[in-house]
């Protein structure tokens, strides 16, 4: 089955500057040097998921498209790698863009509150590769060299602050818009880029990436797959041998740890070399930016070298299995 040759994480990365993750999971600001520019931490699915929007903040990311101030759309810093989460504690943890934060929180189906700075959370004990062929997302420390990017962070500060309201909006053939508002009606405009059903699903590769040309389809089909669990490992089978491993997510990044195969049977040499190929990259723990298309069944997975290249990626297909 081929994958939907739609825009992924491409197109939408041109708002990739304050996402918008509201899920169970706590977030956890990046160790020093880390890349992705905010929070990390590997969701959990222990305790009841908060409210929103009839559920539709509850266990999601969610990047913003466009951003409006006093109804003038703002420019996006193609350096920014911003998101916010809800935990289960009554914060919200995220990234302006580069720089994290930790925020009283609350929720509710039409608003969301965020409300004072409060301690921020240990940081995890996993950070991604460093890139080696490109700068990677931005880190809290180029804001001060960067002057858009600062000004940009300042207005998502203001933005995101108070009660703010929640509508939505679902427009054909575009993913589901929601829109976060503030008492003086800026406007930050977000699409779902993980929904709530994201652990129960089993994602099949299909086929390597490079920018926007795609390789040909693996050999194994539905044989080559990854299983992503609330707990922060991944099981799964690459073709021919059963495949395990450790992730971390960080805001709309993804990065791998300790992927190993857990099997020794013997397929096809096609077969083989793919598995070879796709473990080999799994280990090198490259920083993912991945979107988990709602409604589609299908995901990228893009290394984030700088904006606007998204290198070598996976393109998958989903099947709900669990």
Same mark, same amino acid.
């Given at each position: 089955m081929p994958i939907p040759r739609r825009v992924p994480l491409r197109a939408l990365a041109a708002g990739v500057t304050a996402l918008l993750a509201? *899920?169970?999971?706590d977030g956890a600001p990046a160790a020093p040097g880390a890349q992705g520019g905010g929070a990390s931490a590997s969701p959990s699915s222990a305790g009841p998921r908060p409210a929103g929007a009839g559920g539709l903040l509850s266990g999601g990311?969610?990047?913003?498209?466009? #951003?409006?101030?006093?109804?003038?759309?703002?420019?996006?810093? *193609?350096?920014?790698?911003?998101?916010? =989460?809800?935990?289960?504690?009554g914060t919200a943890s995220g990234s302006y863009g580069c720089t994290p934060f930790?925020?009283?929180?609350?929720?509710? =189906?039409?608003?969301l509150t965020l409300g004072e700075e409060v301690a921020p959370l240990p940081a995890p004990s996993h950070s991604p590769a460093p890139p080696t062929d490109g700068p990677g997302p931005c880190r809290p420390d180029d804001v001060a060299g960067a002057p858009a990017l600062a000004? #940009?962070?300042?207005? +998502?500060?203001? =933005?995101?602050?108070?009660?703010?309201?929640?509508?939505?909006?679902?427009?054909d053939g575009y993913p589901l818009e929601l829109h976060v508002k503030n008492g003086q009606?800026?406007?930050?405009? &977000?699409?779902?880029?993980?929904?709530?059903?994201?652990?129960?699903i089993r994602w099949q590769l299909v086929d390597t990436t490079f920018h926007d040309e795609h390789g040909p389809e693996f050999t194994a089909g539905d044989e080559m797959f990854l299983d992503f669990h609330d707990d922060g490992s991944v099981s799964g089978k690459l073709g021919c041998n059963d495949l395990t491993?450790? +992730?971390?997510?960080?805001?709309?990044?993804?990065?791998?740890?300790d992927a190993a &195969?857990?099997?020794?049977?013997?397929?096809? *040499?096609?077969?083989?070399?793919?598995?070879?190929? +796709?473990?080999?990259? &799994?280990?090198?723990?490259?920083?993912?930016?991945?979107?988990?298309?709602?409604?589609?069944?299908?995901? *990228? &997975?893009?290394e984030d070298l700088a904006f606007p290249?998204?290198?070598?990626?996976f393109d998958l297909i989903g099947k709900r299995h669990r």
């Open positions: 509201l *899920s169970a999971c990311v969610w990047a913003i498209r466009k #951003f409006e101030v006093g109804g003038r759309a703002e420019d996006l810093p *193609s350096e920014a790698r911003g998101w916010i =989460a809800l935990g289960n504690d930790r925020r009283k929180a609350e929720v509710t =189906a039409t608003h000004d #940009f962070e300042k207005k +998502v500060r203001a =933005a995101f602050d108070g009660e703010l309201s929640l509508t939505t909006k679902q427009t009606g800026d406007d930050i405009q &977000l699409a779902q880029a993980r929904g709530d059903d994201f652990f129960g491993a450790k +992730v971390t997510f960080a805001g709309t990044h993804l990065y791998f740890d &195969l857990t099997t020794r049977r013997t397929c096809s *040499s096609k077969v083989m070399k793919e598995e070879a190929s +796709v473990l080999a990259t &799994l280990k090198k723990s490259l920083n993912y930016a991945y979107w988990a298309e709602p409604g589609t069944l299908s995901m *990228s &997975l893009d290249a998204r290198e070598h990626g």
